[in-house]
């Protein structure tokens, strides 16, 4: 259930603070280290599948901010693949299919060249990241990312200065044991965009409005087999994803929920992460009236 406040008109098209496709610009100078041929770090131990650890916002870990107006908190949820390219050049894949390069340093994974471009037209924002550093110590790994996202609007600053991740396995049947059973919304924060769902609603004369309504309701999970988990949402849909670690995601990525009464409900992605007792949570679709909505801060909890 939601309770939308009053729609005002909104021409432009963002929805969330997603990244999508990749352009590549720019090429810095080379680093002291690399000037000096010093040796970088061996590849192999940043290659894998890195999960988001779950986000939190009394520490501001996996928080980034932003001044965007309503979105000043970003959870950060997901994963990212790093694979190598050469002995120097790592590639690293979201899960929302963007794409990213960087250079291995002797202490680090840099983000190279700087200012890459991503663009995500889904959500139909663009995004360029300046900076990204990464860091590992065995399984766990450490990030910054300074960037900018683009909106007709205009341009707003954002920052992630605490991420941590944790390595996850491809096939990781324990993974689904964490998020069984029954989960319940916690409050809806408007100011905070906490468990609000943005929906944009597109007239015949183009004009464009968006409403902002709570996430309510209870959650139940149940494990299919392996790493496969059916979550049922309480409009009574049932959505298949798969769980590697601490992060579940749409498996395939677009499905749909026909409801005679009501019409259809497509969603494009959902992504949760949980520590087995809370659940951080990002997801976009279309609802039964055509409406493109966003979730950026779901946060459930065990009731």
């Known amino acids: 259930m939601h309770y939308p406040k009053p729609a005002t008109t909104w021409r432009v098209g963002g929805l969330l603070l997603l990244l999508l496709a990749v352009t590549a610009i720019g090429a810095p100078w080379p ?18 599948r890195w999960n988001y650890d779950l986000p939190d916002r009394a520490t501001m870990a996996n928080i980034a901010t932003s001044d965007l107006p309503g979105r000043s908190r970003v959870p950060q949820v997901g994963d990212v693949v790093f694979t190598a390219e050469d002995a120097r050049t790592v590639v690293g894949r979201t ?3 963007c794409t990213w390069r960087f250079r291995v340093t ?9 200012n890459q471009l991503c663009h995500n037209p889904t959500a139909g924002v663009s995004y360029t990241i300046h900076q990204w550093t990464v860091t590992v110590g065995g399984a766990r790994e450490r990030e910054t990312i300074v960037a900018t996202s683009h909106h007709p609007q205009g341009d707003y600053s954002f920052v992630l200065r605490d991420g941590t991740r944790t390595r996850a396995d491809e096939y990781d049947p324990r993974a689904a044991a964490k998020f069984t059973g029954s989960w319940a919304h916690d409050p809806a924060d408007l100011e905070e965009g906490v468990n609000v769902r943005t929906t944009v609603r597109t007239a015949p004369d183009g004009t464009r409005t968006v409403e902002r309504s709570a996430e309510q309701g209870e959650l139940t999970i ?36 026909t409801r005679s009464e009501s019409g259809a409900i497509t969603l494009r992605s959902w992504t949760i992460a949980t520590d087995g007792v809370r659940q951080a949570s990002v997801m976009t679709g279309t609802d039964e009236h055509g409406g493109e909505f966003a979730l950026g801060g779901g946060s459930l909890h065990r009731p």
């Open 222 to 257: 149940s494990r299919d087999y392996g790493h496969r988990i059916t979550a049922r949402t309480g409009d009574g849909c049932t959505w298949s994803l798969v769980a590697r670690g601490n992060t579940a995601k749409l498996d395939p990525p677009i499905q749909t929920c």
């Open 106 to 114: 002797p202490d680090s994974l840099e983000l190279h060249p700087s």
């Open 95 to 97: 899960d929302v299919g």
């Open 31 to 48: 680093s002291q280290a690399e000037a000096r041929g010093d040796a970088p770090a061996a590849v192999e131990q940043y290659l894998g």
